[in-house]
């Protein structure tokens, strides 16, 4: 047990919906990271939360957004879902914010299903 | 820049064999480098990690890797091989300006009896 907690393990929709996935760090841990796990892309970094404010976006679609809230858990929110977001979302946190080496602990990940 | 290519997308291989998963980065920065796991079904545990020092680095359920600067590769090895150990393994890599990683494809160690 990493200590990241993710909810909800699975969700299915459908195209067009909108949803949101959360994440809770381990305790002490002020960064937050969203990443992707698809067939066709593998893993994929999406955006980095750090004590409330954004600190880094990879390879996130407009449709998506993300906050991290005053006590710390982040949400993931999908829009306008397609097929190709069907995939395997993991949360990942870490004590600093990066430049410096910090340890990544992840969470067990939502499967979102979108049909 | 940074990137990762795991050279190989499946290893089948006999239990008890020794096994090799390899990794080549990219980066125009200084480096650190992980090997995670993938259960099925299941999240990304850290094997292991290399920060800086000695460039053989020892990780967890016997698994070791070595880093090579001037091959820029990250190799995974693991003497004798269980069962147990069918899993996928992701190459990272990490040090850049931002704190993310940038994980290869994927490897999928498949051990058969």
């Known amino acids: 047990d990493s200590g990241v907690t993710q909810t909800p393990k699975h969700l299915i929709t459908a195209t067009g919906q909108r949803v949101t996935l959360r994440c809770s760090p381990r305790s002490g841990d002020l960064s937050v990271y969203w990443y992707q796990q698809s067939l066709d892309q593998g893993l994929q970094f999406l955006i980095q939360?750090?004590?409330?404010?954004?600190?880094a976006k990879g390879n996130i679609l407009e449709r998506f957004s993300a906050q991290q809230f005053p006590d710390l858990h982040s949400e993931l929110n999908l829009s306008s879902l397609e097929l190709g977001d069907s995939a395997l979302y993991f949360c990942?946190?870490?004590?600093?914010?990066?430049?410096?080496?910090?340890?990544?602990?992840f969470g067990p990940g939502t499967r979102l299903t979108v049909l | 820049a940074q990137s990762v290519t795991q050279l190989d997308s499946q290893v089948p291989v006999f239990e008890e064999a020794p096994v090799e998963l390899r990794c080549n980065y990219s980066?125009?920065?200084?480096?650190?480098l992980f090997w995670y796991v993938q259960y099925p079904n299941q999240g990304l545990q850290l094997l292991l990690k290399?920060?800086?020092?000695?460039?053989l680095v020892k990780g967890i359920n016997g698994f070791e890797a070595e880093f090579n600067k001037s091959q820029t590769s990250f190799h995974l090895r693991k003497p004798s091989v269980h069962i147990s150990d069918t899993a996928e393994y992701f190459c990272a890599v990490g040090g850049g300006s931002q704190g993310n990683l940038i994980f290869g494809k994927g490897t999928k160690l498949s051990v058969k009896p």
């Open positions: 290399y920060l800086s020092g000695s460039t």
């Open positions: 990942a946190s870490s004590v600093g914010a990066g430049g410096t080496y910090n340890e990544q602990f």
């Open positions: 980066s125009s920065v200084s480096v650190y």
């Open positions: 939360y750090y004590n409330g404010e954004e600190r």
